[in-house]
Structures are given as C-alpha cells and as structure tokens.
C-alpha cells in the first residue's frame, strides 16, 4: 500500500507529501496537470481557460453562498473527491484518474457561476434573457472549439503523440518491416529495436495473409558484436533488407562496404532507421 498511497507516512506524522500533493492537485484544474497521456494530455492543466474561470467563479459563489446546502454538498463533493490523488503518491501527482469524482462537481460549480450571471444580468437589463443566452452560447461555443482544437487538432499532429499514444516508432518500424516481407525480401532487424518492438506485434501484421510469416522471413541481427555473422550479405540468391538503428549505422558501414542505404524519416524529419540493401 506505500508504494501508491501517502497514508501510512500521513499516519506516521510525515506530512511533507501530503503538502505537496495538495498544492499539487489544486494547481492542477488551471496550471500544470496530470503528466500520464492516458489521463490527460501530459502536464496541461485539466480544464481549459474558459472553462477554468468559470470554475473559479462558480466556487467564489459556493464560498459566498456556504450556508446554502447545495453549496455546502459541492465543496464537500470536490473536496472528497480529490481525495484519490491527494493520498496517491507523491510520483504520480497531481493524478487525473483518481480524482475523476470531482467531474460532476466542477460542472455543477461552473452551473453556479452561470445562474449568479443569470440573475445579475436579469437585475441589471430589459432585455436579459437575451443576452445570457448569448452569452452562455458563447462561452459554451468557445470551450468547446478550445478543447477541439487542442485534443483533435493540435495534438494529433505533435510529436509528444506520435512517440507515445500513436505507438509511432515501433509501427513506423513494423510498417516498413511488413512492406519488405510483401515484397518478397528476407529481412534483418538490428536488435537496438527489440527495445520497443516484439515479434507478437509484427506477427499482427501479417496474420490474416500469412500465418507465421515473421517467423520465417524476420532476423534479428546484433550489428555491434564483432562475431556477428554478415554472410547473407555476400548470397546473391538472398534478397534482402536490414534495419539499422541510426546510432549503429557506422558500425555497418565500416563492415559491409559498398552497401546501398536509405534514410527512413518520420513526419518530423527524426531518423529513425537506415535501410540497407545490396547495392545494385
């Protein structure tokens, strides 16, 4: 239980994680979030800045209205519900997932901040109803298209979300892998790549057409012991290809002289491999 929760250390009068997931978890709503990409896109703040004022003032309003037992119920909801991440440990914080509770009561604060508007604006207007509907449209309108833009849009096509939630270099690899398989080559993979990618998920690619296919056609090679065997290299009936991680390329170069290579990019123009091949 100590290696998810702050607890026993709280029990024991060690409160230092305790005050750090505090503020942690309160900055997180609008200045640096949960830093898991499962939960939230890695260190931005949970809300976005409309939404974020209007959660700001709807708690300004429960503040205001304590006495009230809907105000009372949302503080005591919130403050609950960060519960989760609060007694988490302090690795994980400010923690996304288990302070999922509190959802329902940031919309129900922001309904706060809505109906105060609701009411000042029908004080002070002869044609109130009109405006806060407009407004709120707005505001709702904005927020949306903000957190469109950003979950959709912006992130997508970065690359934090290339490397980590699109899987990018291990697919990039095993695409290139599948297209020398159906090409009819054998194919040699550096090792350096068995970091990130398993003969399971490069079986996936090929296990409606060819059962087995990884297996039969897919070497692993280690290109920086000096007794690896290259004679594959010399067969002219091999056709072949070989992966080379770029930090190892030298090591091949040097080895296997009058090699025809190919820089394998991504979207982003890192290097993620060179092709080799005999030359012709």
């Not at 919130?78 to 009561?105: C, K, M, N, W």
């Not at 002869?126 to 806060?132: A, H, S, V, Y």
């Not at 594959?232 to 072949?240: E, M």
């Not at 930090?247 to 890192?270: C, H, M, W």
């Given at each position: 239980?100590?290696?998810?929760?702050?607890?026993?250390?709280?029990?024991?009068?060690?409160f230092?994680?305790l005050?750090?997931?505090?503020?942690?978890?309160?900055l997180?709503?609008?200045w640096?979030?949960?830093?898991?990409p499962?939960h939230?896109?890695?260190?931005?703040?949970?809300?976005?800045?409309?939404?974020?004022?209007?959660?700001?003032?709807g708690l300004?309003?429960?503040?205001?209205?304590?006495?009230?037992?809907?105000s009372?119920l949302?503080?005591?909801?919130?403050?609950?519900?960060?519960l989760?991440?609060?007694?988490?440990?302090?690795?994980?914080?400010?923690?996304?997932?288990?302070?999922?509770?509190?959802?329902?009561?940031?919309?129900?604060?922001?309904?706060?901040?809505?109906?105060?508007?609701?009411a000042?604006?029908?004080k002070?207007?002869?044609?109130?109803?009109?405006?806060?509907t407009?407004?709120?449209?707005l505001?709702?309108?904005?927020?949306?298209a903000?957190?469109?833009?950003?979950?959709?849009?912006?992130?997508?096509?970065?690359?934090p979300?290339?490397?980590?939630?699109?899987?990018?270099?291990?697919?990039?690899?095993?695409?290139?892998?599948?297209?020398?398989?159906?090409?009819?080559?054998?194919?040699?993979?550096?090792?350096?790549?068995?970091?990130?990618?398993?003969?399971?998920?490069?079986?996936?690619?090929?296990?409606?057409?060819?059962?087995?296919?990884?297996?039969?056609?897919?070497?692993?090679?280690?290109?920086?012991k000096a007794?690896?065997?290259f004679?594959?290299?010399?067969?002219?009936?091999?056709?072949?290809?070989?992966?080379?991680?770029?930090?190892?390329?030298?090591?091949?170069?040097?080895?296997?002289?009058?090699?025809?290579?190919?820089?394998?990019?991504?979207?982003?123009?890192?290097?993620?491999?060179?092709?080799?091949?005999?030359?012709?």
């Amino acid at each position: 239980m100590s290696n998810v929760s702050i607890l026993p250390a709280v029990l024991g009068g060690d409160f230092d994680g305790l005050t750090r997931n505090i503020v942690s978890h309160l900055l997180m709503f609008h200045w640096s979030g949960d830093m898991n990409p499962r939960h939230n896109l890695p260190g931005e703040p949970m809300l976005n800045p409309l939404s974020g004022i209007v959660f700001l003032a709807g708690l300004a309003v429960a503040f205001r209205s304590i006495k009230k037992t809907e105000s009372q119920l949302c503080l005591l909801w919130l403050s609950f519900g960060l519960l989760g991440g609060i007694l988490s440990s302090t690795d994980e914080a400010p923690q996304g997932y288990r302070t999922g509770l509190v959802i329902p009561a940031c919309f129900l604060l922001a309904g706060f901040a809505l109906e105060a508007l609701e009411a000042f604006v029908r004080k002070n207007t002869l044609t109130g109803g009109r405006i806060l509907t407009s407004a709120v449209l707005l505001i709702l309108s904005a927020s949306a298209a903000v957190n469109f833009t950003k979950y959709f849009v912006d992130r997508p096509a970065s690359r934090p979300a290339w490397y980590s939630s699109l899987g990018g270099e291990a697919k990039f690899i095993s695409d290139q892998v599948a297209k020398g398989i159906k090409a009819g080559y054998n194919v040699y993979l550096d090792v350096t790549y068995r970091n990130f990618i398993v003969e399971s998920e490069l079986d996936l690619l090929f296990r409606d057409d060819r059962p087995g296919e990884t297996k039969q056609r897919v070497r692993w090679i280690d290109v920086r012991k000096a007794t690896t065997d290259f004679s594959f290299f010399y067969d002219p009936a091999n056709r072949f290809v070989l992966f080379v991680a770029p930090g190892n390329f030298d090591i091949v170069r040097a080895r296997l002289p009058g090699t025809s290579q190919e820089q394998l990019e991504n979207r982003f123009g890192d290097r993620l491999s060179v092709l080799i091949t005999r030359a012709p």
